[in-house]
């Protein structure tokens, strides 16, 4: 039965569940809503706390009804249910926006097409070193919302996607880092990149004079978008050639260097734990912005150079009979993929495909010519795959699983050689998400 004042959460995993918990926590009146079944992981946890919710369906009366919802980041703003909210005049907002009303704890924000996992993880990775009483939340980790409710850490860390700052509105970071902007998810947007380049821009919204802007210098989305944005913040570049500025950080003689306003630190690109080109800019970013915070240069630079990369990303599987095999399944754009492929050394059998959401791989065409010496399709439709690379690649393989497309591989390769998966797509055709994919690779190669 609904109650006065009653928030709805839609969506019962984990950013839903959190935000439920939370809102239980706070003695407001709350109800879950799963359009499908919910997983008996978040079931335990609605059950522990005394929180209502439905599963198979939804119940428009009772949510139409909500004073406020809270919408997983999953969820299109397009559905009907939701264009319905809207135009009652219902807030609907992100579980990142909803938890950040209960805290006071400053908040490291981190956005971007690509690279947010890893600075994310090694941003906290440095605070944590420093011995700071942080989080680590967002797309990574427990929801937000959760530990809001049941820890009271002085700082987080948070991933955040575009999906999630579009349900942001009253929230603030302290300091917000954009990596990069290039087109992703733009099935979302009505396929207009500025659409979805206003999104990411949303990281700055409500920052004062007080607050820093963590951003990729060398991005020529971002520096568009400058031109014509008054910023509040203090702004950080970082990038190829921002080694003078203060604060900021930038790349002098093989060395990133990294500035505050009151004194600098270099370090060599070999000292750096995370190697490829698009983790030294990441490197450069979560280094930059624990100076801000007043981290310990030798905190950082140990930091900077002992960290473990996450699972699925340019993760290094095996070599079998001298075939190297690298795992990237996060790769889920063109820009991830390009990233991995010139990070490449060796002839590279590339395995690529899954759900494109509307990818331009002439941008990979150079890296592709150079770089790769047979493709190996996995996914249900790979039209455009073959339409972008015959004739410059000899060898196009169609595969319908991690099995095959590892065996049929480990056939094209060399010794010497090297097998990437970086898909470029989403995963949703065959597996249950890039983890599985990835998961499911390395299983397979592990077989041969």
């Not at 919710?53 to 980041?73: C, M, Q, T, Y």
């Amino acid at each position: 039965m609904k109650q006065k004042n009653e928030i709805v959460v839609l969506g019962a995993g984990e950013s839903g569940t959190g935000a439920a918990v939370l809102a239980k926590k706070q003695g407001l009146p709350v109800f879950v809503s799963e359009k499908g079944k919910v997983s008996d992981k978040y079931r335990r946890v609605l059950k522990e706390f005394e929180i209502g919710f439905e599963e198979n369906g939804h119940d428009f009366v009772r949510i139409l009804a909500a004073d406020k919802v809270v919408k997983s980041p999953g969820i299109p703003d397009t559905i009907p249910l939701i264009k319905q909210l809207n135009e009652n005049g219902t807030p609907v907002i992100s579980e990142i926006e909803f938890a950040a009303g209960f805290t006071h704890a400053k908040k490291v924000c981190i956005t971007g097409s690509n690279g947010k996992t890893t600075t994310t993880l090694l941003t906290y990775h440095i605070l944590k070193n420093a011995g700071m009483n942080v989080g680590l939340a967002g797309n990574v980790g427990k929801s937000f919302a959760w530990q809001v409710a049941t820890r009271d850490f002085d700082y987080y860390v948070l991933e955040i996607s575009s999906f999630q700052l579009d349900g942001m509105f009253r929230f603030r970071a302290d300091i917000a880092i954009l990596l990069n902007i290039t087109p992703d998810h733009l099935d979302r947007y009505d396929n207009n990149f500025q659409k979805y380049t206003d999104s990411k821009f949303r990281i700055l919204q409500n920052q004062t004079s007080n607050d820093y802007f963590v951003y990729w210098a060398d991005d020529p989305v971002i520096r568009r978008e400058l031109k014509k944005r008054k910023i509040k913040a203090v702004p950080v570049p970082f990038g190829e050639h921002s080694a003078n500025r203060f604060p900021g950080a930038g790349i002098t003689n093989k060395k990133i260097r990294i500035n505050n306003d009151k004194n600098s630190f270099d370090m060599t690109l070999e000292q750096l734990a995370l190697q490829g080109k698009h983790n030294v800019y990441n490197s450069m970013a979560s280094g930059v912005t624990a100076r801000l915070m007043e981290i310990r240069n030798e905190t950082i630079k140990q930091s900077l150079s002992d960290f473990q990369n996450i699972a699925h990303r340019l993760e290094y599987v095996a070599s079998v009979h001298g075939i190297t095999f690298i795992n990237d399944s996060k790769a889920t754009n063109i820009n991830s993929a390009w990233y991995a492929l010139e990070y490449m050394e060796k002839p590279t059998v590339w395995i690529v495909g899954g759900v494109d959401k509307g990818n331009d791989y002439d941008l990979l065409k150079p890296l592709v010519a150079e770089k790769v010496k047979a493709i190996v399709c996995l996914g249900q439709d790979n039209r455009h795959i073959h339409k972008a690379f015959d004739g410059l690649v000899e060898t196009i393989v169609d595969t319908g699983s991690a099995r095959e497309a590892v065996a049929t591989s480990y056939y094209l390769a060399e010794k010497g050689d090297a097998v990437l998966l970086s898909p470029a797509c989403a995963s949703f055709d065959l597996f249950e998400d890039y983890k599985d994919r990835g998961n499911q690779f390395k299983a397979a190669v592990s077989e041969l």
